[in-house]
Every structure is written in structure tokens, then in C-alpha cells.
């Protein structure tokens, strides 16, 4: 397991966060992630539009890889730790790093309601 590899799972991770497809995104997961399933979603802004990789660190036996997510209203980072498992890059633990709050953007229709209810 090198680099290039954990990187190509973890922007893999990013795109199916992104596409909303959770099958695709827990495909690189431990079977104790998969199990506590719920704690990790808990993590992520769902939906997700924009997914990216922040850091990777090699340190011993794992990878310790920075993704940054950002949803309709905030902005998350979390940090997850690769190791080889029976071959294959596998995501073993997954814990919240910051969240911040984005300003949300009034849509035009918005803008529109509260130009016709004055």
C-alpha cells in the first residue's frame, strides 16, 4: 500500500460522499467502521457538493488522509486512517476534526418572496 493507492481510494471516497451513494463511499471500510455506520455518516454535511483530500501523512503502518467536505451550510474536515487490510487500502477510523458554518446565498427565489410580500 503506497500513497498514490490511498489517495485514489480517498478521492474515491470523496466522489461517492459527493454523489450520494453510501454503498460506494463504505465500500474502503473496516468491518468495526461498518458496524458504527451511523457515528461515521454522523460526520459528514449531507449532502455533500464538494469533496477534496486536505493532507496525507504516512506514519508506521497507516495513512493518516485530511478530507475536507462541504455541504449546502457547512464546511466539515475529518480525518481518517488507512491501513492495509487483507491487501487493500482500508478505512479504519474516522473522527471530526472542525465545522464551520457557511453563509448561505439567498436564491433568487428568495429574493423574489420577499420583494412581492412588502
Known amino acids: 500500500m503506497d500513497e498514490e493507492v490511498v489517495r485514489a481510494r480517498a478521492l474515491a471516497l470523496c466522489d461517492a460522499i459527493v454523489a450520494g451513494d453510501v454503498d460506494r463511499a463504505i465500500a474502503d471500510f473496516s468491518p468495526e467502521l461498518r458496524r458504527n455506520l451511523g457515528e461515521v455518516i454522523s460526520l459528514l454535511p449531507l449532502p455533500s457538493r464538494e469533496g477534496a483530500?486536505?493532507?496525507?501523512?504516512?506514519?508506521?503502518?497507516?495513512?493518516?488522509?485530511?478530507?475536507?467536505?462541504t455541504g449546502e451550510s457547512e464546511e466539515v474536515q475529518v480525518q481518517t486512517?488507512?491501513?492495509?487490510?487483507?491487501?487493500?487500502?482500508?478505512?479504519?477510523?474516522?473522527?471530526?476534526?472542525?465545522?464551520?458554518?457557511?453563509?448561505?446565498?439567498?436564491?433568487?427565489?428568495?429574493?423574489?418572496?420577499e420583494a412581492t410580500s412588502t
Not at 53 to 69: A, D, K, N, Q, T
Request: aromatic content about 4%.
Open 53 to 69: 483530500i486536505e493532507s496525507i501523512v504516512h506514519g508506521g503502518s497507516s495513512y493518516v488522509v485530511v478530507l475536507r467536505l
Open 81 to 113: 486512517r488507512w491501513k492495509d487490510r487483507d491487501g487493500k487500502p482500508t478505512v479504519v477510523e474516522a473522527s471530526h476534526l472542525s465545522r464551520t458554518e457557511l453563509e448561505i446565498e439567498p436564491s433568487d427565489a428568495d429574493e423574489e418572496g
